[in-house]
């Protein structure tokens, strides 16, 4: 199950949720259902050279940008 990131619609918030392809988000703050997700990088340091490597974002479409193979 991933962790998507989302921004509220109605109220601007911005959340993430440990998301199904079952589960409804709404927004925490203020139960609003206009969210939309947002696109997420995640950021890795290497033990062996010290250095920082920022992951491309996904490419392609489907659910989850085409990575789960479900499209």
């Known amino acids: 199950m991933p962790i998507y990131e ?15 392809s079952a ?5 925490p703050r203020c139960a609003g259902s206009r ?3 947002r696109l997420s990088l995640f950021r890795a340091v290497s033990a062996r ?3 920082e490597a920022v992951a491309p974002p996904a490419q392609g ?3 989850c940008g085409g990575g789960c193979g479900c499209h």
Do not use: D, P
């Open 35 to 37: 969210v939309t997700r």
């Open 23 to 27: 589960t409804t988000v709404v927004c």
């Open 61 to 63: 479409g489907g659910c």
């Open 6 to 20: 989302y921004r509220c619609g109605e109220c601007g918030a911005e959340f993430e949720r440990l998301v199904t």
């Open 49 to 51: 050279s010290g250095q």
